[in-house]
């Protein structure tokens, strides 16, 4: 969803630049993190349950969570984070722990968790917005687009070192990312029918936010950090994370975070998703090192596969804009795949691109016969075994 929680009180120090950029100078390379969002459902009838204080109360009594779970906008939602960990092997360890006692909580008080893109019906006027000074002023700022978005994700963030690196980093995941997207797609279902999009949830999300979707290329951190400060000098943000892009320098932590992806309905996918986009940003930093990545692609360029991966997710096709020609999108994952191994083999990362992602299989259960009530059931299931399963990296 939106990704950023809390309350603001006075001017939010993310914002000066000064600061941020010494953050990245300090940083520590290749540090990972997972921010996995929930659906809260009743598990019966798997309408949207606004138990997100209840929930959130008991995980402020558990002394793993308590610093691990976040609200995100609305009442049916809940998100855990790692936190910081300095390998993958770390964190998928404090995640495995985050979950099962997040799962364990939400059954014990008859709540089931969901991790798709969207609800397959819910009314999004319906959705209650949590009661923080921080989410009152996105709702009466965003008004119909924050009521809107009833979306949930998965997210990484991973430590780099240098700020000019950092954006060079961003500029080259931009044009990553409509195949991560199109890998990641769980969202066909909406209003109470399938949409014919993969991701439908990118539609309501990254089309409908200010200063979401993909960046534009900066080049450097004097062009971002003149471009933030002119946003804050006009009153168009007030904290840095109204930045909503789909890759973005996140100034707090001197991580670069990538959130474009749907959230997944099983568990091992989730993670091996997760070191996919660590390996690209990894192998982005050690590319700029060595002297060869490339120049960004241009913003046309990445707009035009982004809307292939939300129309057709694994189904469809990329453009290979140096080639000039088209490049089926599991191929296309492939060599993403292949241009990753030196960083997926030095960080560890168990990051093998699904052969059938969450809306293909949503798709093929109602083309099978079943509701799609009946297909997001399935996945609900598939996601309280697989998030709390032992071996969590699949």
Known sequence: MSGDSGAAKGPDPTLDLELARERFE?????????????????PVTLELSDRFE?????ALDDEVLVDSVAGELIATEIEIRSGRAESFDELIRLQGERRRRLFNLAKDRGIGLAATGTHPWANYLDQRIIDTRHY??????LRWVAQRNNTWSVQLHMGIK???????VCDHVRGLLPALLAASANSPFLDGFQTGLHSVRSEIFTRTFPRCGVPEAFGGWAEYAEFCELLTATGSIVESTQLWWSVRPHHAFGTIEVRVCDAQSRGDESLRLTALMAACVAQSAIDYDDGCLPAPLRDR??????????????????IDFERGTEVATPAALEALFEWTEPARSALGLDAAPVERNGAQRLNEAVASGASIPEAYRE???ETAATYTADRVAG
Do not use: P
């Open 26 to 42: 300090q940083s520590q390379d290749f540090t990972v993190a997972i921010e996995e969002e929930f659906a809260l459902l009743d």
């Open 162 to 168: 240098g700020a000019d690196r950092a954006i060079a």
């Open 54 to 58: 209840e929930l959130h109360a008991a």
């Open 301 to 318: 360029e990445i707009e035009e596969n982004l809307w292939r991966a939300i129309r057709y997710g694994l189904d469809g096709q990329m």
């Open 379 to 381: 996945a609900m299931e």
């Open 136 to 141: 009152a002023r996105l709702k009466n700022e």
